[in-house]
């Protein structure tokens, strides 16, 4: 492994609570806090959030100490925070998915806004130093499918309920940053917005590379229900490297204290989501697609979305490491993997983990040297 000085400095030891630490992204940003030799505590509900679970196949509870809870209920999430006592928090526990948002609005609401406003209370009673990194989504703006990439000053809230959750979780966070956590005080919160996340391990209902390997690992046709739109696709590792680099700041530099930052892919490595599929295809034998208008899509999703990530550039000297292709590689293979041996699958997470490592040394990007 590729020796992160600045990392394991700072996490090596320390105690880093991740809520939602079974899921997609949980489950990668676990494996790679105990690479640098954090002591990993999750939080997450009593059933996995998807099956198969990257976080089940790969034997990862045997380093993560797990309290599950369910983040809308206050009282256990509190207790369960400062019985811990982290030195790290990174919040990811979401309802994450736009349709199923449509199907239970309540649920997407109580989970997204009111679930952060839970843990922000939690985190008022800690009376101890902590650099808590919150994470929403890239699609907590208000889209208006314009062609450059959005900042982190513009406006707020989307037309779907998913959407709409995520911009209203950044204003329960806005408000209860300048109203209950000083600078001068021990805890201080940052925000990560990132979205379009691809990656071995997920399974999720109703995303494109789920759909396209539950089908292709049983020689079905994948179908593909809205082929032409496009996303800034990256590799699950670019956004938490990101965050990672984002909490080292916020321990080192108070005045990030209550910043946003977006975490996404050059503004170039926009594709589309029959572009995604073409490029996985070259990494799996004999695969199918067909195009297909599904009548249930009745519903708005995003046809165009960007995000400018100068500010993360500018202050975090933070850069995407992955070009388009190589994410999708690395998706391809990881999942290649799991249906050859899905025994090996932890291995090859830890694998790519410090491949993605040495390549970002290898860029000369500061968290890597």
């Known amino acids: 492994m590729t020796k992160l000085n600045s990392f394991i400095q700072l996490f090596s030891n320390k105690k880093a609570l991740l809520t939602g630490h079974t899921g997609f992204k949980g489950s990668w940003l676990s494996a790679w806090l105990h690479l640098i030799g954090a002591d990993v505590y999750g939080i997450s509900l009593e059933t996995p959030p998807s099956r198969p679970s990257h976080f089940d196949a790969a034997d990862f509870s045997k380093f993560v100490t797990e309290q599950r809870i369910d983040i809308r209920k206050s009282n256990e999430l509190s207790e369960c925070v400062n019985d811990i006592k982290p030195d790290f928090v990174f919040h990811l526990a979401a309802q994450a998915l736009v349709r199923q948002s449509y199907d239970d609005p309540v649920e997407t609401y109580h989970t997204n806004a009111l679930g952060t406003l839970n843990l922000l209370e ?65 805890v201080h919160i940052a925000v990560g917005r990132a979205g379009n996340v691809i990656g071995g391990g997920d399974w999720a209902k109703d995303r494109i590379v789920p759909d396209c390997v539950r089908s292709w690992a049983k020689n079905e046709t994948v179908q593909l229900r809205n082929p032409q739109a496009t996303r800034p696709w990256q590799h699950v590792l670019e956004p938490l490297s990101g965050y990672l680099t984002l ?73 995407a490491v992955l070009p388009f292709q190589e994410a999708v590689r690395m998706t391809a293979e990881w999942y290649r993997s799991y249906y050859d041996d899905s025994t090996t699958i932890g291995d090859v997470t830890f694998s790519q983990i410090k491949e993605y490592e040495a390549l970002a040394h290898n860029k000369g990007l500061r968290w890597a040297l």
């Open 247 to 319: 909490a080292k700041a916020l321990h080192e530099k108070r005045e990030l204290h209550g910043e946003p930052f977006n975490f996404g892919p050059p503004a170039y490595q926009n594709h589309s989501v029959q572009e995604l599929v073409q490029t996985m295809s070259k990494h799996w034998e004999q695969v199918q697609w067909n195009e297909v208008s599904d009548m249930r899509e009745q519903n708005y999703e995003s046809g165009l979305l960007k995000l400018n990530c100068d500010k993360a550039l500018y202050h975090l000297h933070w850069q």
């Open 122 to 186: 939690a985190l008022r009673l800690l009376k101890k130093k902590c650099a808590v990194v919150l994470i929403t989504s890239d699609k907590c703006y208000n889209n208006l499918e314009w062609v450059w990439g959005y900042r982190e000053t513009d406006a707020l809230g989307g037309p779907d309920p998913y959407s709409a959750s995520k911009g209203a979780a950044e204003l329960v966070i806005r408000s209860h940053v300048k109203s209950f956590f000083p600078l001068n005080g021990n």
